[in-house]
T-cell receptor, first 110, second 114 residues
Framework: KNEVEQSPQNLTAQEGEFITINCSYS?????LHWLQQHPGGGIVSLFM???GKKKHGRLIATINIQEKHSSLHITASHPRDSAVYIC????????????FGSGTQLTVLP | GAGVSQSPSNKVTEKGKDVELRCDPI?????LYWYRQRLGQGLEFLIY????????KSGLPSDRFSAERTGESVSTLTIQRTQQEDSAVYLC????????????FGEGSWLTVV
């Protein structure tokens, strides 16, 4: 079993829809990142979470440490949100490397 | 610089040749990471540098891969005797201290081995 599981793998939505991407993990963590990778390959860090909830514009990220689960929400989705969203975690006691989920390919149709 | 800078952005090389990829992290970032992403696949950890500590090389796929970092500045990833399976985008990232801080990625170096 992978340490990090993302769902769904692919998601197609209509513009304006509320989107949720989920990330579950099986190890203790010190923090979790949500990353966005655009078709050209560039990666942007959206959030770094160790507890609770963070909001930036139309993006909201939540994490439940007890349940080992995090979600990324996009409100009022737009075609420019189309990208691969990746959760990546830092295991407790190891700040040395990120463990990546397999990513969620999001396509938002106009 | 303002962001993580990588060069070259694209490299086409013949099988068997050596290549060097360069990463210039954000000034003051002590942690530097190299990742690889093959076409259609996820990100793979290669190597991690943290200040003057011994690097974590546990992700390097073979002894043809090596990386160096001078102090807390530029890093180079060297691939010797390149093979076609080395074709990938090589991404560098840096963070202030550890991965518990926000991580900033470069645009990547696209390597094609023909």
């Amino acid at each position: 079993k992978n340490e990090v599981e993302q769902s769904p793998q692919n998601l197609t939505a209509q513009e304006g829809e509320f989107i949720t991407i989920n990330c579950s993990y099986s190890v203790g963590i010190s923090a979790l990142h949500w990353l966005q990778q655009h078709p050209g390959g560039g990666i942007v860090s959206l959030f770094m979470l160790s507890s609770g909830k963070k909001k930036h514009g139309r993006l909201i990220a939540t994490i439940n440490i007890q349940e080992k689960h995090s979600s990324l929400h996009i409100t009022a989705s737009h075609p420019r949100d189309s990208a691969v969203y990746i959760c990546a975690l830092i295991s407790s006691g190891s700040a040395r490397q990120l463990t990546f989920g397999s990513g969620t390919q999001l396509t938002v149709l106009p | 610089g303002a962001g993580v800078s990588q060069s070259p952005s694209n490299k086409v090389t013949e099988k068997g040749k050596d290549v060097e990829l360069r990463c210039d992290p954000i000034s003051g970032h002590t942690a530097l990471y190299w990742y690889r992403q093959r076409l259609g696949q996820g990100l793979e950890f290669l190597i991690y540098f943290q200040g003057n500590s011994a690097p974590d090389k546990s992700g390097l796929p073979s002894d043809r891969f090596s990386a160096e970092r001078t102090g807390e500045s530029v890093s180079t990833l060297t691939i010797q005797r390149t093979q076609q399976e080395d074709s990938a985008v090589y991404l560098c990232a840096s963070s202030l201290v550890t991965a518990g801080n926000t991580i900033y990625f470069g645009e990547g170096s696209w390597l094609t081995v023909v």
